[in-house]
């Protein structure tokens, strides 16, 4: 990475970083798109452990064609059917197996806390790719660089969030991400689908305008 801020790091909640941070991610970013469709050997002798204990296609195929592209390589598994947990294992016992043949691991999970759990238990970085209904902070990156790069700026925007922001986790952790900008958030539901409270304290506590 262009930062060594991000080197051997959990990505676990957007909370636990900073503008730098995201600035020094855009700038790397930026710089990685000319090899989007491109085969590179920079992460040849890593393994990137997948572990989706829920459906996933965007997410979890990102990730994959990620690092084959940076010629690394990747195991795992989607959905728990086929794994030893289905037969008693836990989570503890999973992630400890993945740390022991990965270099990196992302974890889906329906459970809130997931991903902090297994950043306790393994040794290698742990990638939160949604948990619960409150983190997806890797998406709530993607949607804060595709504002970057189209603007050139953050500061400054009018920003207008539709949908369900009471149980799309995404929605939770861009908030988040916005609150080291200065912006005006426009949030647009029907009633049954707005902003929980706890949202809506945060925003207060960080001085948005919404």
């Not at 989007?36 to 296609?57: G, W």
């Not at 990196?104 to 939160?128: D, T």
């Amino acid at each position: 990475m262009g930062s060594l801020t991000w080197f051997n790091r959990d990505v676990i909640s957007v909370l636990d970083f900073g503008r730098e941070d995201f600035e020094a991610l855009f700038s790397e970013a930026l710089n990685m798109e000319r090899y989007a469709k491109s085969r590179l050997d920079i992460l040849s002798d890593k393994v990137l452990a997948l572990a989706f204990f829920e459906p996933s296609t965007r997410t979890r195929l990102s990730f994959e064609t990620a690092m084959l592209r940076l010629g690394g390589r990747v195991i795992g598994f989607s959905g728990t059917e086929a794994t030893s947990m289905a037969k008693g294992e836990n989570l503890a016992d999973t992630i400890r197996m993945l740390d022991s043949y990965a270099n990196a691991i992302v974890i889906r999970h329906s459970l809130e806390g997931a991903a902090k759990f297994a950043a306790e238990v393994a040794e290698s970085p742990v990638i939160n790719a949604g948990d619960g209904s409150q983190n997806h902070p890797t998406q709530a990156m993607l949607d804060l660089y595709t504002i970057w790069r189209e603007f050139k700026v953050i500061d400054g925007l009018s920003i207008g969030i539709l949908g369900d922001l009471r149980y799309a986790r995404v929605v939770n952790s861009l908030v988040q991400a916005l609150s080291y900008y200065r912006v005006k958030l426009h949030l647009i539901s029907p009633e049954l689908l707005k902003p929980r409270q706890e949202l809506v304290e945060f925003m207060n506590s960080r001085g948005y305008e919404v």
